[in-house]
T-cell receptor, first 113, second 112 residues
Framework: GDSVTQMEGPVTLSEEAFLTINCTYT??????LFWYVQYPGEGLQLLLK?????DKGSNKGFEATYRKETTSFHLEKGSVQVSDSAVYFC????????????FGAGTQVVVTP | EAGVAQSPRYKIIEKRQSVAFWCNPI?????LYWYQQILGQGPKLLIQ????????DSQLPKDRFSAERLKGVDSTLKIQPAKLEDSAVYLC??????????FGQGTRLTVV
């Protein structure tokens, strides 16, 4: 079945460090890929997305590229801030799924001053 | 634009009791989703409505969970009777034509 696997957390970084969160997927067809972020006490927010192979999604300094050959959608940020501390979820959506999202388990990121 | 509203934010009940959650989606959004997020896991879809019709309830434990979306707007999710393993955050989301899903803040349920 369709699934998303992302690296386990917590990931602890110092401010201004480089962040990478790995995400790989298994899916039939050609899914759209998403990164959602959940700040403490808040709901899920869409961070970025990519709808086809080689697309790059970007937002708030975060980037992820849809790699069909490696079935991956790794999230990166060049210089993290304390305010980036949150849980990050990778997700896929199949084109015939009525919009249903399949989520990974989430990766907690902790950025220290 | 107002976001997805959910209530209550928190609920503590004893096992075998019943509980209901309410969701008001973004105005004009035809699609409404209920997800269950168990601690340490990603959200899992329980049920999805298109207007007031169900399009996917394959992961809904129908012996104890029920949901409705009357008039294609607000929705309620009910659990009766609750079990300890139902402790989770219940997320409601909505989406419009061609738009991404927007999530509410969720209801944290603790079953003791």
């Amino acid at each position: 079945g369709d699934s998303v696997t992302q690296m386990e957390g917590p990931v602890t970084l110092s401010e201004e460090a480089f962040l990478t969160i790995n995400c790989t997927y298994t899916a039939t067809g050609y899914p759209s890929l998403f990164w959602y972020v959940q700040y403490p006490g808040e709901g899920l927010q869409l961070l970025l997305k990519a709808t086809k192979a080689d697309d790059k999604g970007s937002n708030k300094g975060f980037e992820a590229t849809y790699r069909k050959e490696t079935t991956s959608f790794h999230l990166e940020k060049g210089s993290v801030q304390v305010s980036d501390s949150a849980v990050y979820f990778c997700a896929l959506r199949l084109t015939d799924s009525w919009g249903k999202l399949q989520f990974g388990a989430g990766t907690q990121v902790v950025v220290t001053p | 634009e107002a976001g997805v509203a959910q209530s209550p934010r928190y609920k503590i009940i004893e096992k075998r009791q019943s509980v209901a959650f309410w969701c008001n989606p973004i105005s004009g959004h035809a699609t409404l989703y209920w997800y269950q997020q168990i601690l340490g896991q990603g959200p899992k879809l329980l049920i999805q409505f298109q207007n007031n019709g169900v399009v996917d309830d394959s992961q809904l434990p129908k012996d104890r969970f029920s949901a409705e979306r009357l008039k294609g707007v607000d929705s309620t999710l009910k659990i009766q009777p609750a079990k300890l393993e139902d402790s989770a955050v219940y997320l409601c989301a909505s989406s419009g034509q061609g738009s991404e899903a927007f999530f509410g803040q969720g209801t944290r349920l603790t079953v003791v």
